[in-house]
């Protein structure tokens, strides 16, 4: 089992930068596949990144390619979102997410997650 802890989330004004952090426990971190997701009040939870259990493969959503990049350190357990280049339609609630699976076209769906973090909360400002 894997324990999920989101942190790094607040209040930034427009064209600001913030870090998420994911931290995971148990020692099969390494062994995941991981993904962010994000839910806007009203809207369904969507998916933002995801990366391989090495790293060494990334995935984007369109609204976010660009400005965003996940990246992890399997060695600290740590799942990480750099977000740059905010803007007020990036608000909602930042959660990250352990796959199971190493295939690729699972990492967009939410349903095929197996942990989920408690999230942490994201405001852009105007």
């Known amino acids: 089992q894997v324990q999920l802890v989101e942190s790094g989330g607040g209040l930034v004004q427009a064209g600001g930068s913030l870090r998420l952090s994911c931290a995971a426990s148990?020692?099969?971190?390494?062994?995941?596949?991981m993904g962010w997701f994000r839910q806007a009040p009203g809207k369904e939870r969507g998916f933002v990144a995801a990366i391989s259990w090495s790293g060494g493969s990334t995935y984007y959503a369109d609204s976010v390619k660009g400005r965003f990049t996940i990246s992890r350190d399997n060695a600290k357990n740590t799942l990480y979102l750099q977000l740059n280049t905010l803007r007020p339609e990036d608000t909602a609630i930042y959660y990250c997410?352990?796959?199971?699976?190493?295939?690729?076209?699972?990492?967009?769906?939410?349903?095929?997650?197996?942990?989920w973090g408690q999230g942490t909360q994201v405001t852009v400002s105007s």
């Open positions: 997410a352990a796959l199971n699976s190493g295939l690729t076209w699972f990492f967009a769906r939410p349903d095929k997650y197996d942990y």
């Open positions: 148990g020692r099969t971190f390494s062994s995941y596949a």
